[in-house]
């Protein structure tokens, strides 16, 4: 008993830490990366308090509020089982989890990290320190996608900026793109740091673009990850793109992208799931 005791409270305590560092990585790099964006890169190209200058800084508080937002609800909206009322009539597809000492709903998954049942479960989240679930599945979504607009929007700026720098040096700067951190070790300096700046801004981009649309032709397709093996053009919790859009984004589904603080109730609970009358 103090063992389990005892493996709960560190569990507990991994998890802390993660919000922790994760949290204080936000705070770091998006405040360190806007300001080169805005205060080094939007000079350089845009003329200074101009009308270009002005809407590019209105799409930059934009993406900000979206990206930071969608973060913010997506690590602290409760999507596990904890108080919620699991007493059903009907146990048809339930099962136990022998960890939570309970039945847990269709679709709930146990994570080992986050030691909780989570009510459709889509994957734990690192980034998040928490699992996506029914509740967050949203704000895990808008999340990425605007971190990948972001990088397009910002590339397309870095590369004409860098371009202004940048010197072929007999192909040598190739280098640079291929090993950006030695380039930074051995030859500290602007141009150093501004291809280490590219380079991360390229891969953070392809990574949030490759999460955004994996998952977004999950949501069509009306499964999680965990269905993946099971699905076949028969699913049962396939209705049809539109109903699936829906019970992830909820009944706004086509406004949530404006921002995360407007409300779209989701169709369902998490917890019973009706697998008739499917639509087209």
Sequence with gaps: MLLKLDSIKNKQYKRFLEHIFYINIVLVLIPAFLYFEICVVLPAIVEQWSLAFFC????????????MGNMIYGMFTNTTIQGKKLDSSCKEGWTLCTVCECLRPPRAWHCSTCDICILKRDHHCTFFACCVGYY????????TFYIFISMLYSL???????ALFISWNNGLVLLRFICPLASIVIDFGEESIYIFLLVINVIVGMFTGFLFFYHFNNILKGRIVSEISAYTDEFVHNKGWKPNLIEVF??????????????????GNGIT??????SE
């Design 56 to 67: 590019h800084l209105l799409c930059v508080t934009f993406l900000l509020q979206n990206i």
């Design 250 to 267: 909820g009944d706004k589904w086509y406004m949530t992208w404006i921002s995360p603080f407007i409300h779209s109730k989701l169709p």
């Design 273 to 278: 799931w009706l697998v008739d009358n499917k």
């Design 156 to 162: 397309y700026y870095n590369i004409k900026f860098a």
């Design 136 to 143: 967050n599945h949203r704000y895990f979504m808008l999340f």
